[in-house]
């Protein structure tokens, strides 16, 4: 379903994006790949099989996102598919954090990263009825301790794009929120801490946790079928619905498997 379908990826240098990145390429996608770091871009561009156009890109910044469309355009001259997945993360109790300006951060580059893209790529999303594809957390879903500002973070980007979706009824374009649960990525070396400096070391039990190229997979499945919403655990499948009847008792499970996987 993939063949032939122009797809721009943002946070595509490593982690999910990249992994994402070669999923498609392989179902014969033509992509457009953002992130910062074009080396790591260029390096990714090489090793994929399909034709892939490198854009070098933060997303916290508006006009880089229309620079990235616009690219896109000249270059395949229409947009099937916008995954907005670029994203940061933290890791500190909110009343040890000493670096305030980290929440602002996360959100420039969580939620209004999102928004800039999506609001460069909708007029060419609506004119090929095309597929907005939103990666979000399962801490978009629910409070998460130690994961405040993130977690605040994608609340907002879970609440635009369901009120998006409905805006957009009518137009031909889908879409569909990726929530993947805890993933075995390079984010969480360089997750903010509460001195504002990143960590260095990942906070996680990696060797317990899904890897990047398994979510992958599975997000790339849901992206194909156009899925409204796609859980990545079956902690989150079923604390979705409990939360409505017990929500003192999710409160202590997701505090519990933080503490466990430190």
Same mark, same amino acid.
């Given at each position: 379903?993939?063949?032939?379908? &122009?797809? %721009?990826?943002?946070?595509?240098?490593?982690?999910?994006? *990249?992994?994402?990145?070669?999923?498609? /390429?392989?179902?014969?996608?033509?992509?457009?790949? +953002?992130?910062?770091? @074009?080396?790591?871009?260029?390096?990714?561009?090489?090793?994929?099989?399909?034709?892939?156009? &490198?854009?070098?890109?933060?997303?916290?910044?508006?006009?880089?996102?229309?620079?990235? %469309?616009?690219?896109?355009?000249?270059?395949?001259?229409?947009?099937?598919?916008?995954?907005?997945?670029?994203?940061?993360?933290? $890791? #500190?109790?909110?009343?040890?954090?000493?670096?305030?300006? &980290?929440?602002?951060?996360?959100?420039?580059?969580?939620?209004?990263?999102?928004?800039?893209?999506?609001?460069?790529?909708?007029?060419?999303?609506?004119?090929?009825?095309?597929?907005?594809?939103?990666?979000? /957390?399962? +801490?978009?879903?629910?409070?998460?301790?130690? *994961? /405040?500002?993130?977690?605040?973070?994608?609340?907002?980007?879970?609440?635009?794009?369901? #009120?998006?979706?409905?805006?957009?009824?009518? #137009?031909?374009?889908?879409?569909?929120?990726?929530?993947?649960?805890?993933?075995?990525?390079?984010?969480?070396?360089? +997750?903010?801490?509460?001195?504002?400096?990143?960590?260095?070391? #990942?906070?996680?039990?990696?060797?317990?946790?899904?890897?990047?190229?398994?979510?992958?997979?599975?997000?790339?499945?849901? %992206?194909?079928?156009?899925?409204?919403? $796609?859980?990545? /655990? $079956?902690?989150?499948?079923?604390?979705?619905? &409990?939360?409505?009847?017990?929500?003192?008792?999710?409160?202590?499970?997701?505090?519990?498997? %933080?503490? @466990?996987?430190?």
């Amino acid at each position: 379903m993939m063949q032939g379908k &122009v797809v %721009i990826l943002t946070g595509a240098s490593e982690g999910i994006g *990249r992994a994402l990145a070669q999923q498609l /390429s392989g179902q014969g996608a033509k992509l457009v790949i +953002a992130a910062r770091d @074009q080396a790591r871009l260029t390096s990714l561009a090489e090793a994929l099989p399909g034709e892939a156009l &490198v854009c070098p890109c933060d997303v916290a910044k508006a006009s880089q996102c229309q620079s990235v %469309i616009d690219a896109a355009l000249a270059h395949f001259g229409r947009i099937d598919v916008l995954i907005c997945n670029a994203g940061m993360t933290m $890791w #500190s109790r909110f009343d040890a954090l000493q670096q305030s300006d &980290v929440l602002q951060r996360l959100m420039q580059v969580n939620y209004l990263g999102a928004v800039f893209m999506t609001q460069a790529a909708l007029p060419a999303l609506k004119q090929s009825r095309g597929h907005l594809v939103a990666v979000a /957390s399962v +801490a978009g879903l629910t409070g998460v301790p130690e *994961r /405040s500002g993130y977690a605040a973070s994608k609340h907002a980007v879970v609440g635009f794009f369901e #009120s998006l979706r409905i805006e957009l009824l009518g #137009s031909g374009v889908d879409v569909t929120q990726l929530c993947p649960d805890f993933v075995l990525t390079e984010t969480h070396r360089r +997750a903010i801490g509460a001195d504002g400096q990143p960590l260095g070391d #990942s906070p996680m039990q990696e060797g317990k946790i899904m890897t990047a190229q398994k979510c992958a997979v599975l997000m790339h499945r849901a %992206i194909e079928r156009r899925q409204r919403l $796609w859980l990545g /655990s $079956w902690r989150a499948r079923l604390g979705r619905w &409990v939360k409505l009847l017990a929500p003192g008792w999710i409160d202590r499970i997701t505090a519990r498997a %933080i503490t @466990q996987r430190h």
